[in-house]
């Protein structure tokens, strides 16, 4: 059994990141979990939310939004649609988002088509501010 994880995350516009990592934690669609070396191979979903990975002793975050996550023989691979590391977060956009969205939810019913849509946006912008406040930890 390996002391150590590869993690490779990949969204559909470039890989996020490589990298030889301790430990790993993910949002699942059905809550959260963490990777260890030696894990039982799976394949599951993520939700919008804060992944992050142990290199030593320091902790990265990221902001993910949908994907999958595959473990097999102690490699990590994330599919996500997006992935931002803390440091590359705007969090000043996050914070125009957040407003956007929680404008446009006044205005729409749990029943209008864009209900959904808006939601995600507003999860998707939280998460982001989250994640933004751990530059640095």
């Known amino acids: 059994m390996a002391d150590k994880l590869k ?4 969204t559909p516009y470039k890989k ?17 979990f963490g990777i260890l070396p030696g ?7 993520l939700k919008i939310g804060e992944m ?3 290199q030593g002793g320091q902790t990265f975050h990221v ?4 994907g999958y996550v595959e473990v097999e023989e102690d490699k990590v691979t994330v599919l996500v649609e997006t992935a931002e590391p803390a440091d590359e977060i705007d969090l000043e956009r996050a914070k125009a988002a957040l407003g956007r969205a929680e404008e446009a939810l006044k205005e729409l ?18 998460i982001r501010i ?3 406040s ?4």
């Open 109 to 126: 019913s749990p029943e209008d088509k864009d209900f959904k849509i808006m939601q995600a946006a507003l999860d998707r912008a939280l």
């Open 130 to 132: 989250q994640v933004a």
């Open 7 to 10: 993690l490779e995350m990949v």
């Open 63 to 66: 902001a993910v939004n949908w």
């Open 39 to 45: 894990h039982t191979p799976m394949l599951t979903t």
């Open 52 to 54: 992050t990975y142990r």
């Open 16 to 32: 996020v990141l490589s990298a030889e990592v301790d430990e790993v934690t993910a949002p699942g669609a059905i809550g959260e």
């Open 134 to 137: 751990r530059k640095g930890r």
